[in-house]
């Protein structure tokens, strides 16, 4: 077996715990309890062994990492690791003396969530009220000055206002904003009709933001992350499966990429029985879809199979029920036809909030 180059990131999903209930979310239907989650020591040997690996940056995320109590223990033990720290938030608990006391822990930078640039809409959005704390939460992150980022999930109810998000971008001197266009996974598959935007939208949207980046160029970068239910050529799956990132879910499960949990028959490993080089360089979860092998055709001899690999085998399973197959996201998939009949949507069904509880009515949280 040929040993992968090492990871350079590293996702830990530190609790599904999460006080919006945002109808896109793409964390799995049924969540981890909380009595499940890793301690702080154990996080600390995932870090340790992570840098050991080669991994070089860490997102501290959820759910909502701020409900963590020990998060400052956690954050210490992946700065004293050597890893660069990003809390990702929604910003909901981000007091002044938590910030401070997780700087002091060895925090490096924020990146925080919003839902619109209109607060009413933003908290309707997030399904409670949060839009005030968001731009608290900002405010703290800047006059810290730690490097900033703005998180957008784009959807059919959103998409309408991306100069609008990223007019608040700099109004709240964010670095950076990440457009991101949903991925229907989790809850997102779940209400992908009610979040799927319209092709005049995403046009719309577009010329927005070709516009806002060179008008602030220099001022703010602008990331967009593609829909390609719309753009006929598949995402790269994580930059090609188990090749530069790795998510460590609370209970220690650990994944190709977030949305593996989805795959049935994937038997992930998790840190609790092996290391976590064992994990990437042996496992058969994080070696099944690496290269170019295990490829089907088309995709086999595409000349963009090393640009897209195959495009998500997460999406392949959502759309087809076989991870084997190509990413019907591509328009020479045999299944593209079905994709593109998704993207067809006239009057969008209300979105189905994401709620705690799912198993047989005990708490998630």
């Known amino acids: ?23 896109y979310c793409s964390n799995p239907l049924e969540l981890t309890r909380r009595s499940h989650e890793l301690t702080a020591s154990q996080w600390g040997s995932v870090f340790d062994q992570a840098a050991e690996l080669g991994v070089l940056h860490t997102h501290l995320s959820g759910g909502e990492p701020l409900l963590r109590g020990d998060l400052e223990e956690i954050t210490r033990a992946a700065a004293e690791a050597g890893l660069y720290t990003q809390l990702v938030t929604s910003g909901e608990g981000l007091s002044a003396q938590r910030l401070d006391a997780l700087i002091d822990a060895g925090l490096h930078s924020v990146q925080l969530s919003v839902q619109h640039a209109d607060p009413a809409t933003s908290d309707e959005l997030a399904g409670r009220r949060s839009f005030d704390a968001k731009r608290g939460a900002a405010r703290l992150i800047k006059e810290r000055g730690l490097p900033f980022g703005l998180n957008v999930v784009l959807h059919r109810h959103n998409l309408d206002a991306v100069n609008e998000l990223i007019e608040l971008a700099v109004t709240w001197q964010a670095d950076r904003i ?4 949903t991925q229907f996974y989790g809850w997102g598959l779940l209400n992908r009709a009610a979040l799927m935007p319209t092709r005049p939208q995403l046009a719309a949207a577009i010329e927005s933001v070709e516009r806002r980046r060179t008008q602030l160029d220099g001022v703010l ?59 990437w360089e042996q496992s058969a979860a994080f070696n099944v879809y690496r290269g170019t092998d295990w490829m089907p055709s088309p995709c086999r001899t595409c000349d963009r199979r090393t640009e897209d690999f195959g495009g998500c085998r997460c999406q392949a399973h959502a759309l087809t029920g076989d991870a084997a197959r190509t990413d019907p996201a591509c328009s020479l998939s045999p299944d593209h036809a079905a994709l593109v009949a998704h993207t067809q949507v006239s009057e969008a069904p209300p979105i189905i909030p994401r709620r705690p509880g799912t198993r047989r009515g005990e708490s998630a949280w």
């Open 1 to 23: 077996m040929n040993h992968p180059a090492p990871p350079w990131a590293l996702l830990a999903e530190l609790t599904h715990a999460c006080p919006l209930h945002c109808g």
């Open 178 to 181: 990440e457009l991101a266009n």
């Open 221 to 279: 970068d602008i990331t967009w992350v593609v829909p390609d239910y719309f753009s006929g050529t598949p995402k790269p799956c994580m930059g090609g499966w188990g090749s530069i990132s790795l998510t460590v879910t609370p209970d220690g499960t650990t994944l190709p990429c977030p949305a593996a949990a989805t795959l049935p028959a994937l038997n992930t490993p998790n840190v609790a029985d092996h290391s976590l080089r064992w994990i």
